[in-house]
């Protein structure tokens, strides 16, 4: 029998909590067999969500927590008075091995601060990085760091593209995936003080496969597996990139139904349109884990809807089969330690 894997949903955080967790939950245990969900939050509200749909199995257990951290609180003190939000439930749930994973659309703040104060890092990394997989030409690139730590040193960036190439070699079975640091340009001697310090010590770094700098303009032709870079940078990148995707889809739909010939046109291409189209849709890689830590904390869009919490679900089980954070420690830590406030 498969070993089940236990996976905590934080059911009161993102924008459409939480009909669409609870709707993505039921997706997810219909989908996969071997998963245990957890849905924390606020018990009625979410009973009576579920009452809509029907599985079967025993694959949901609903977790009591009265409390809701807001988007627009503080992290720090949330973290601190709230102690039965469903986030701070959610992650003491991993901290004490009730639980191998925990996703939530809620205040990145708190999830970020969360995962360090109570599932704590794994020794020797210096900061944990928000590391999610942006589509690109060639497939997906692992783009770390896009929120977590926004005045990074050099020695983090080191550990960004160690705990990156683990991810991608494992999770996603790219063979010695190719790294490279955000730059303004290709020559070694481009760059702010940061990428100056940090583009040797990733050049003599044997851990990785190191290919140099990359331009923005980049990164969306797959020229590297994985990207690093301070999150401020990295947030920037992220959200353009979001962006882009969203206005140049408007503006292909727009254009196809400015008249008859081009609706024509669209009804003779729209099979290959949706194709291509799906590989630039962000829910179907799931969310952004944050690398590092005692135990796996997935943080996913807060507009997040079902299949974007089913993906990061699934992603879940993938990082726990293929031992990610035993290979990280291995690499960079030593043992586990709590997290210091």
């Known amino acids: 029998m498969e070993e089940m894997v236990k996976v905590a949903v934080d059911a009161m955080g993102g924008d459409y909590a939480p009909t669409e967790m609870v709707k993505g939950v039921v997706d997810a245990v219909t989908l996969r067999q071997d998963i245990k969900v957890y849905l924390v939050g606020q018990q009625d509200i979410i009973k009576e969500e579920l009452a809509k749909h029907s599985y079967q199995g025993s694959g949901i257990e609903v ?6 951290i807001e988007t627009a609180e503080p992290p720090v003190m949330a973290i601190r008075r709230k102690k039965q939000s469903s986030i701070v439930v959610g992650m003491n749930m991993v901290k004490e091995k ?18 360090q104060v109570i599932v704590g890092r794994i020794k020797g990394v210096e900061r944990p990085p928000l590391a999610p997989l942006i589509p690109t030409e060639k497939g997906v690139s692992l783009l770390v760091d896009c929120g977590a730590n926004v005045d990074a040193r050099a020695s983090h960036l080191v550990q960004f593209a160690k705990m990156g190439s683990i991810y991608m070699e ?36 044997p851990d990785i496969n190191f290919v ?5 303009r980049d990164i969306p032709h797959g020229e590297a597996d994985v990207i690093v870079c301070e999150a401020f940078v ?107 406030e």
């Open 63 to 68: 977790i009591h927590a009265p409390e809701v």
């Open 98 to 115: 009730k639980a191998d994973a925990f996703v939530s659309a809620g205040s990145s703040g708190a999830i970020l601060v969360g995962g």
């Open 170 to 205: 494992n999770v996603l079975q790219v063979k010695n995936p190719r790294v490279a640091v955000v730059n303004i340009g290709a020559e070694e001697e481009k760059g702010n003080a940061l990428v100056k310090e940090t583009f040797p010590l990733l050049k003599n770094c």
């Open 212 to 216: 140099g700098s990359i331009e923005a």
């Open 234 to 340: 990295g947030n920037v990148i992220l959200k353009l990139y979001e962006g882009v995707g969203a206005t140049f889809l408007s503006m292909v739909k727009k254009g196809m139904l400015e008249n008859l010939r081009s609706k024509i046109g669209a009804l003779l291409v729209k099979p290959a349109l949706k194709k291509t189209m799906k590989g630039f849709d962000a829910s179907e890689y799931g969310g952004a884990p944050l690398l590092g830590l005692n135990g796996l904390v997935v943080k996913t869009h807060g507009s997040s809807k079902a299949k974007e919490v089913t993906n990061s679900i699934i992603q879940c089980v993938t990082f726990k089969e293929q031992e990610i954070n035993e290979k990280i420690r291995r690499n960079i830590g030593t043992s586990p330690v709590e997290g210091q």
